[in-house]
């Protein structure tokens, strides 16, 4: 809304209020003819108004629910109606008005972040500081960011150190300290002393310009449920007109007519719900969520499948080197030497992970040459006079001769549940960068939460080995773990989970581009997907946290609930006005004014979207029939907890040949009876119960014994299968019966847990 149609409005109002005002002090001194005249001539004013509208509407093959409201103040002065006509005309202005607020109320978070865009930065020529422009910033220059100011372009900190107020981006209230080299996103705030930084991007290519583009787009775009509200709304036209003449018609009376048309307007359509799509979005803004438009939001309230990224999104992203290993023909310090200087071609973070272990070390890296990337898998090129190749295992041994080695390493990356990349030299397996990339400390909580707000079915896709995906899968909480995927396959495993409801794919917004773009919605984590991906995807969570996916979706619930109940309450308090005015129970004037005060509820109601929320579980017991089915079913899993006691206590003094027959038929039994069990009780039973508790994740303990009771039953299964068949078969069995002896106290535990649990709820 420009500048020139807000005065416009607030004139509309102040004319129509005043003239109402005035009218009723002539009435009061027995001038009921000029009274008439004034209410008339602000009626007119609308009305006047309203035809012009309709005519520029009707010019661009439109046609405006303002109809109603023309032929209400039309009907009103031809029935020589003028006090109706005036407060019909002064509710009108008044709505306006009342739109012009509620749209700036629900757009503030999203204004803020366009008012705070940088405008100019201060740059160094020479020694002489000089303001320019923040579009004529290019890349390499120097800048000064002094305090208070916004940082105007993405760059590097050339200072010691800075301290940064990124809350106006993420929510996080904390400012953030940086060291000297580090990265600085254009957006944040200098929260100290002034500092140097070098800036390496332009202003259009930095994240700040990606969030301004994706906040106009937000601002600008129609949801397609404001589309269907809007037809709704002009289908109102037709059977106001029908009702308002058969009143007339069965009545006699014109003025029965005029009550129709001065109750019918639709205001809890055509504002209604935009002003909470609006709302959703800005809230959204305000806890570092940039939702691109109003049809994304929607599609996130409508999500079912949502699909993950493992590196960056599930995991912490924060890959660390935890060791090389070599196959033999060269030391590990000349192996990483030689992988560093490699995947210095590459932004992937496990690329930048080994570069930073290699500088850590003090090696001097050398430029790649000829590099081939296979975005997902790996790359090769060419250092010094060797032909280099990193990359996962199946993109490496493809391209190598099979060696024993491999085969060992793995089964040891596959118990300490680590990754790796492989590195050849010369077409030949030459060892191997191992990583340790943790589960995020949210992930667990955020796919419970996930759950809770609707989605059905959790599916994480990843390059990395099955053995690595799995852990990470387990610990998570996921559906279902794809691995050793090309980006193909990602695609692929996308494209049919539409046909089992609308799609998320959270990825980290910088290699996860087509996967993003491919989903119903994409969500990138992280500031940096405001510009790797303002393209892809249609959500960009600018703080790196995952459980903010998990708050986007309930927000985009709980908005379209809300516009959901102004469209029905709103609607219905219409048409039931219509029936009392058609049946001669509400008249003109008092129906002007009810129908206000439903416009008013309803947008009001709309603003709700903006707030929080609240979520009140009651405490609801369990009826009596299925906490006694629960304990059945734990009381058949009995059996099978005495035989992991009873291996934990003695499988070391079995013979080697009985103790591995022992082992086997244990592993398949807690394989088939007990891991669905609990997988059922994670996935249907937990979701259910969280529902008659009160808090907002209450089982969070146990979903996490859960997740210790598939990676122990995990190991036991890989160990159970690499068991030798030499003498070293006792010390094998000595580690084995250490895992034992943990899952049998795990399992004890989280039985107990549970039939407390039980009990209490039975209790209630």
């Known amino acids: 809304m420009n500048v020139l149609q807000r005065w416009m409005n607030r004139g509309l109002l102040a004319v129509t209020l005043a003239a109402l005002l005035a009218g009723a002090g002539l009435r009061w001194f027995d001038q009921a003819g000029a009274a008439g005249i004034v209410w008339s001539a602000s009626a007119l004013l609308l009305a006047v108004l309203l035809l012009v509208e309709i005519v520029i509407r009707l010019r661009r093959r439109e046609l405006g629910v303002d109809l109603i409201a023309f032929l209400a103040i039309a009907g009103a002065l031809l ?92 929510g996080e209230s904390l400012p953030l300290r940086r060291q000297a080299g580090e990265e600085v996103l254009s957006g944040v705030v200098n929260a100290g002393a002034p500092f140097d930084m070098t800036a390496s991007q332009p202003a259009a290519q930095s994240t700040y310009a990606g969030i301004v583009r994706m906040v106009e787009a937000a601002r600008q775009s129609r949801a397609p449920f404001v589309r269907l509200a809007d037809r709704y709304a002009l289908a109102l036209i037709p059977l106001t007109l029908l009702v308002a003449g058969a009143a007339w018609l069965f009545s006699g009376d014109p003025v029965r007519a005029l009550a129709v048309l001065v109750v019918a307007t639709p205001c809890p359509l055509i504002l209604a719900v935009p002003v909470a799509i609006v709302a959703g979005v800005s809230r959204c803004a305000h806890r570092g969520i940039l939702v691109k438009n109003g049809a994304t939001l929607e599609a996130l309230a409508r999500a ?156 994480m896709l990843t390059g990395d080995r099955s053995e690595v995906a799995e852990a990470v899968g387990l610990a998570a909480g996921v559906d279902e773990v794809r691995a050793e995927l090309t980006p193909a396959d990602k695609l692929a495993a996308i494209r049919q989970g539409a046909a089992h409801g609308t799609t998320l794919m959270v990825g980290d917004g910088i290699n996860d581009a087509p996967a993003l773009a491919a989903a119903d919605v994409g969500i990138a984590l992280g500031a940096h997907g405001a510009t790797a991906s303002s393209e892809a995807a249609g959500v960009v969570v600018l703080v790196d946290r995952l459980d903010r996916v998990a708050e986007a979706v309930q927000i985009a619930s709980r908005t379209r609930r809300i516009a959901l109940q102004g469209v029905l309450a709103g609607m219905g308090l219409s048409l039931l006005a219509m029936l009392l005015a058609a049946m001669g129970l509400l008249p003109p004037l008092v129906g002007a004014v009810v129908q206000e005060a439903i416009d008013v509820a309803v947008i009001f109601n709309a603003l709700r979207a903006l707030g929080a929320g ?39 003094g079995h013979a080697p040949v009985v103790a591995r027959r022992e082992l086997a038929g244990l592993v398949e039994l807690l394989n088939r009876e007990l891991i669905p069990h609990e997988q059922a009780d994670e996935g249907e039973l937990y979701p259910q119960l969280a529902e008659r508790l009160h808090g907002e994740d209450p089982l969070a303990a146990m979903s996490h014994t859960h997740r210790e009771i598939f990676r122990l039953t995990r190991l036991l299964t890989r160990m159970s299968e690499d068991i030798p068949l030499d003498d070293s078969v006792a010390a094998s069995m000595v580690e084995i019966q250490r895992v034992l002896q943990r899952l049998d106290t795990v399992l004890s535990l989280h039985f107990s847990q549970e039939e407390e649990l039980y009990h209490n709820l039975d209790s209630r």
């Not at 740059?123 to 390499?140: A, F, I, T």
């Not at 999104?313 to 070599?326: D, F, Q, Y």
Request: hydrophobic fraction near 50%; charge should be neutral.
């Open 79 to 170: 029935l020589s109606q003028a006090l109706v006509a005036a407060v019909i005309a002064l509710m009108l202005a008044g709505g306006r008005a009342l739109e012009e607020y509620t749209t700036q109320r629900a757009e503030r978070e999203l204004r803020q972040l366009l008012d705070r865009a940088p405008r100019s930065a201060w740059r160094y020529r020479g020694d002489v500081l000089e303001q320019v422009p923040v579009e004529s910033v290019v890349p390499g220059d120097r800048l000064l960011v002094r305090m208070g100011e916004v940082v105007p372009v993405d760059g590097v900190l050339l200072d010691t150190m800075a301290t940064l107020d990124e809350s106006a981006l993420t």
């Open 614 to 652: 609240h979520r009140h579980r009651a405490a609801r017991t369990l009826d009596t029939e299925q906490v006694d089915r629960l304990r059945q079913d734990h009381a058949g899993l009995s059996p099978l907890l005495e035989r992991v006691h009873a291996a934990a206590e003695g499988i070391v």
């Open 304 to 459: 079912r499948v949502l699909f993950f990224d493992k590196t960056g999104t599930l995991t912490a992203g924060r890959i660390s080197v935890l060791a090389v290993e070599s196959a033999g023909g060269q030391s590990p310090v000349q192996l990483l030497k030689l992988a560093a200087s490699l995947a210095q071609a590459s932004p992937h973070v496990v690329a930048q992970a080994v570069v930073q272990a290699a500088r850590a070390q003090g090696l001097a890296l050398e430029a790649p040459r000829e590099v081939n990337e296979v975005p997902g898998a790996g790359l090769s090129g060419m250092i010094g006079d060797h032909a280099v190749m990193l990359g996962g295992h199946h993109y490496v041994a493809a391209a190598t001769p099979a060696v024993a080695w491999t085969a060992a390493l793995l089964r040891r990356m596959a118990y300490e549940d680590v990754s790796g990349s492989f590195i050849a030299v010369d077409g030949a397996m030459a060892g191997a960068v191992l990583f340790a990339d943790r589960l995020r400390l949210e992930s667990p909580r955020a796919l419970r939460l996930l759950r809770q707000a609707g989605i059905r079915r959790i599916v």
